[in-house]
């Protein structure tokens, strides 16, 4: 390896690979250190090819404008005769086809002729988890095609290429899960505040985020969580310290909960804190250990009205009728929102009560607020 590349070169190429998953732009730092040392023009890592149905995505450094990457995305895919490579391993494309053929192939004449693209090396490559990718680096016409050094160092890249991929893909399935539980959570307008094994905060809901910037009842002041009264913010520092003490001690999740009144006058929030049991190979630091939920209970329910439509086989109307019950508001209100007779609101209800088979108001809103339309 050494009379390849330097130990140093080697390490710190190594390094902003297994970095990569974590750049607000993946490998982005990675790519532009490979195409630094290997004189390449472009360098393009592609993470899902495109298809008819699919654009795909592409990652490219170099001085390629954006529209290039669409156009490809768009069209020049579907006729890329550097496709289809031996897996894991690195050719040119003078060692996949002849020089001839390819300068003559309509996708270079109509998309690397115009970006001054005639040399290419390249790697497919395909995870344990299946994820295939294409790694692609490209050389003007004035430059010399790429040579075995360069070859070397690319193999020498793949493996820890490959594994990177793969735990950027078991990240973002992870960071996708999280986002739909977070949704969830959201739609069911219950705010959600994440702490570490310290009581800091690590993460805070959209919910959670509304009731802080209100500041009515509970707020973050200079990081720290206040609640209430200062007899409040004690009664909810002392539920948190213990939750963090059953979470590090490993035992079962510990729940508590605490009722706070809030200067507006508007109805009480309630708080439940809640232990975050370790996983099994946690090192504790800046995890998860305890997180706080809160509801309120002047927010209205937010489920879609085309869903809960979709769900129970109600009419516009009785939709309507259904989702002002639901949050709260009399038969007598809801009709005056609605501006429609009191008459013509107990017809509606009738028709809902024979479509969800319950027989009192309290049980239909109990049948909508437990339902998944809030999650629609």
Same mark, same amino acid.
């Given at each position: 390896?050494?009379?390849?590349?330097?130990?140093?070169?080697?390490?710190?190429?190594?390094?902003?690979l297994?970095?990569g998953?974590?750049?607000?732009?993946?490998?982005?730092?990675?790519?532009?250190?490979?195409?630094?040392?290997?004189?390449?023009?472009? %360098? /393009?890592?592609?993470?899902?090819?495109p298809?008819?149905?699919?654009?795909?995505?592409?990652?490219?450094?170099?001085? /390629?404008?954006?529209?290039?990457?669409?156009?490809?995305?768009?069209?020049?895919?579907?006729?890329?005769?550097?496709?289809?490579?031996?897996?894991?391993?690195?050719?040119?494309?003078?060692?996949?086809?002849?020089?001839?053929g390819?300068?003559q192939?309509?996708?270079?004449?109509?998309?690397?002729?115009?970006?001054?693209?005639?040399?290419?090396?390249?790697?497919?490559?395909?995870?344990?988890?299946?994820?295939?990718?294409?790694?692609? @680096? %490209?050389?003007?016409?004035?430059?010399?095609?790429?040579?075995?050094?360069a070859?070397?160092?690319?193999?020498?890249?793949?493996?820890?290429?490959? *594994?990177?991929?793969?735990? $950027?893909?078991?990240?973002?399935?992870?960071?996708?899960?999280?986002?739909?539980?977070?949704?969830?959570?959201?739609?069911l307008?219950?705010?959600?505040?994440?702490?570490?094994?310290?009581?800091?905060?690590?993460?805070?809901?959209?919910?959670?985020?509304?009731?802080?910037?209100a500041?009515?009842?509970? *707020?973050?002041?200079?990081?720290?969580? $206040?609640?209430?009264?200062?007899?409040?913010?004690?009664?909810?520092?002392?539920?948190?310290?213990?939750?963090?003490?059953?979470?590090?001690?490993?035992?079962?999740?510990?729940?508590?909960? @605490?009722r706070?009144? *809030?200067?507006?006058?508007?109805?009480?929030?309630?708080?439940?804190?809640?232990?975050?049991?370790?996983?099994?190979?946690?090192?504790?630091?800046s %995890?998860?250990?305890?997180?706080?939920?809160?509801?309120?209970?002047?927010?209205?329910?937010?489920?879609?009205?085309?869903?809960?439509?979709?769900?129970?086989?109600? /009419?516009?109307?009785?939709?309507?009728?259904?989702? @002002?019950?639901?949050?709260?508001?009399?038969?007598?209100?809801?009709?005056?929102?609605?501006?429609?007779?009191?008459?013509?609101?107990?017809? $509606?209800?009738?028709?809902?009560?024979?479509?969800?088979?319950?027989? *009192?108001?309290?049980?239909l809103?109990?049948?909508?607020?437990?339902?998944?339309?809030?999650?629609?």
């Open positions: 390896m050494h009379d390849v590349i330097a130990p140093d070169e080697f390490n710190r190429l190594v390094g902003l297994y970095e998953p974590l750049e607000n732009v993946p490998w982005e730092s990675f790519m532009e250190a490979l195409r630094d040392l290997l004189d390449a023009k472009y %360098c /393009t890592l592609i993470l899902r090819s298809s008819p149905d699919d654009l795909g995505l592409t990652i490219n450094v170099g001085p /390629t404008e954006a529209k290039a990457v669409a156009a490809y995305s768009e069209y020049y895919y579907s006729i890329d005769p550097f496709v289809g490579l031996p897996r894991n391993k690195v050719v040119t494309i003078q060692e996949f086809m002849t020089l001839d390819w300068v192939s309509e996708f270079y004449q109509q998309f690397n002729q115009p970006f001054d693209i005639l040399h290419i090396l390249g790697a497919d490559l395909r995870t344990a988890d299946g994820v295939e990718s294409r790694l692609r @680096l %490209c050389r003007a016409r004035h430059q010399e095609d790429f040579d075995t050094r070859k070397a160092i690319c193999e020498l890249m793949l493996p820890h290429l490959e *594994r990177s991929i793969q735990l $950027h893909h078991r990240i973002n399935r992870i960071e996708s899960e999280r986002n739909v539980y977070a949704g969830a959570v959201d739609q307008a219950v705010g959600a505040i994440i702490l570490d094994e310290k009581g800091k905060v690590l993460e805070t809901s959209q919910v959670a985020r509304n009731l802080l910037d500041e009515d009842g509970i *707020r973050l002041k200079y990081g720290i969580l $206040h609640v209430g009264t200062n007899t409040d913010t004690a009664e909810l520092r002392r539920m948190i310290a213990e939750s963090l003490r059953a979470q590090g001690r490993a035992e079962p999740t510990l729940v508590k909960a @605490l706070i009144a *809030r200067p507006s006058g508007r109805t009480d929030l309630g708080i439940v804190v809640r232990s975050i049991p370790p996983s099994e190979w946690s090192e504790g630091k %995890c998860p250990a305890a997180v706080i939920f809160i509801s309120d209970p002047e927010q209205e329910a937010q489920a879609p009205q085309e869903v809960v439509r979709q769900l129970f086989g109600l /009419t516009p109307a009785e939709t309507s009728l259904a989702l @002002l019950l639901a949050n709260g508001l009399t038969l007598q209100e809801a009709s005056e929102d609605l501006d429609i007779s009191r008459n013509t609101a107990r017809a $509606h209800l009738r028709s809902i009560f024979s479509k969800t088979g319950v027989t *009192r108001q309290t049980m809103v109990r049948l909508i607020l437990k339902s998944v339309a809030s999650l629609g």
